[in-house]
């Protein structure tokens, strides 16, 4: 079963933490797991993971500033820029760019380190190469935590993955934006799961009610440990029965 996974969700809903959740899980059940941080936003992954920060890979293609001057020469002359041809199983992936913690790697398309560097656009267009170029065995778990909101759609991100998870908090923007991630997703051609986090049962019990009931894999709880590791910035212990369950899902291949 190929599985490259997608989570998306709004700012805060718990994307990250998901992510880390899950390639845990995964990688107690032997999975070998790559973590790809396609949000140039996000400080915290790698800590819920127990690594240290990888290099950008964007690095790997001269930086940021070589990559978007090629993507514009490409625009102009319009020819589709081709950002890199090469084809990596998990093990290939250069180690200068991966950080690793057991059998789970983690890499980062890039960060905005400082400010006024510009648009993000060439990082989403590398994500995009970089997933559809990534080969995985039946043993591995590609998953991709991104960045808030549904901009990676426009970019195509969700072309080289085979499923995409979203996650919700109980809030008007989730539900919301649920609706608009479910019409990008079907144009894709991607099967969508939802997680609710952090609702409790009566938050439960309203999302059920407006999001498609059939297609909610879990509903994850507001957890102390898991905050209290989030807040702290320390590696993610904590082995919940929910995300268990949306492993097994993902196992079962029901969803393909
Ligand atoms: N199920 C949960 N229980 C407790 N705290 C959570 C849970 N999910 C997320 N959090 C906390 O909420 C905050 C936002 O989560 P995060 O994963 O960073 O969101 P996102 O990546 O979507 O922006 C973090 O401080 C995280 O520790
Ligand atoms: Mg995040």
Redesign the pocket.
Known sequence: MKMKVLVC?K????????TALLAKEMSRKGYNVLVVDSDES?F?LHRQLGVEMPEDFMNYLGGKKALGQKMMKAFQSGEAASIFEEKWGIPEIPEAYTVANGNIKMMAVGKIHDFGEGCACPMGALAKHLLKNIETTSEDLVLV?TE?GIEHFGRGVEEGCDLVLM?LDPSYESIRLSEKIRQLAEKAGKPLYFIL??ADKIGTHFMLETVDKTHVLAS????MD??RA??AGEELKVELPEIEAVADFLISGDWA
């Open positions: 969700g700012g805060g809903s718990g994307k990250s933490t998901i996000n915290g935590d808030a996650v986090n952090r994850v709880p507001s957890d898991v905050f989030g807040f």
